[in-house]
C-alpha cells in the first residue's frame, strides 16, 4: 500500500530555503554517505550517457532513531513532512524526473538481478540491511545539460509538520518554530520538537511499574 506522507530528513538550512522561496531541491547524489548508493547512481549516470543525475530522497517509515541519527544528526536536524500527492506533484510537469519507492536485495539476489533489472532500475536499487528506511526517491536525469541542482516549485499547504531535531536546546525551540512560521506566512504548519529520545510520558512508566 503506498504511503499518503513522505518524510525528508535535512537541516534547518534547506527547511528555510524551502518556506522562503516555495521550492524543492534535487541534489548531486555524488558525496552520498552510502558509497554503494552513490555508485550506483554514478554507474546509473556513466549507463544513460547523462550530463547530469540529481536525487532527493524522502522516507515512508514513521519517526526512527537511525533516521534522525543518519540523515539529520545535530541540533539543526528537521523532519519535513509532505503529503505525498503534493509532493509528486510538484516534480509532474517534468519528463526528465523519475519517482519511485526503493527495492531492497540481497547478496543472494545478485544473479537473478543480473537478468531482470535494467539500467532504469539502478538509481531505486539498495542493499536489504536499508530496508527499515522504506524509502521514497526522486531521480533527475538529463542528457545534455549540465546541472548541480535543481529547484521544483512546492506549494506549502503540501507539508503536513515539520520536526525538529530531539537534540534541539530548548531554549531554541521556540524563536526556531516563530522564525519557520513567518517564513511560511499564512500557511499553518504544525511544528514540534521531537521527543524520540526524551519523552515524558514515556518516562513516567518508570515510576507507575511497580508502585
Not at 544473479?111 to 531482470?116: F, T, V
Not at 536525469?141 to 530548548?170: F, H, V
Request: net charge neutral; hydrophobic share 35%.
Amino acid at each position: 500500500m503506498s504511503a499518503k506522507s513522505l518524510r525528508r530528513y535535512t537541516n534547518l538550512a534547506a527547511t528555510i530555503h524551502l518556506l522562503s522561496h516555495r521550492k524543492i531541491t534535487l541534489l548531486d547524489p555524488t558525496n552520498w554517505d552510502d558509497r554503494n548508493d552513490a555508485f550506483f547512481l554514478a554507474e546509473y549516470k556513466r549507463q544513460k550517457k547523462a550530463n547530469t543525475v540529481l536525487a532527493l530522497c524522502f522516507a515512508e517509515a514513521p519517526e526512527t532513531y537511525h533516521h534522525w541519527r543518519v540523515f539529520s544528526h545535530g541540533c539543526d536536524g528537521v523532519c519535513i513532512e509532505f503529503d505525498k500527492k503534493a509532493l509528486t506533484d510538484a516534480f509532474s510537469g517534468d519528463g526528465r524526473v523519475t519517482a519511485d519507492f526503493v527495492s531492497y536485495k540481497k547478496l543472494t539476489d545478485l544473479n537473478s538481478l543480473m537478468s531482470d533489472v535494467s539500467v532504469d532500475h539502478l538509481p531505486f536499487l539498495k542493499r536489504y540491511p536499508f530496508k527499515d528506511e522504506h524509502e521514497f526517491r526522486v531521480v533527475f536525469t538529463d542528457e545534455r545539460a549540465r546541472d548541480e541542482l535543481k529547484q521544483y516549485e512546492i506549494a506549502l499547504e503540501g507539508i503536513k509538520r515539520i520536526t525538529l531535531s530531539p537534540w534541539m536546546p530548548k531554549p531554541f525551540i521556540e524563536p526556531v518554530k516563530d522564525t519557520l512560521r513567518n517564513l511560511a506566512g499564512q500557511e499553518r504548519i504544525e511544528i514540534y520538537r521531537s521527543t524520540l529520545i526524551e519523552n515524558e510520558k514515556w518516562k513516567s512508566l518508570a515510576s507507575q511499574i511497580g508502585s
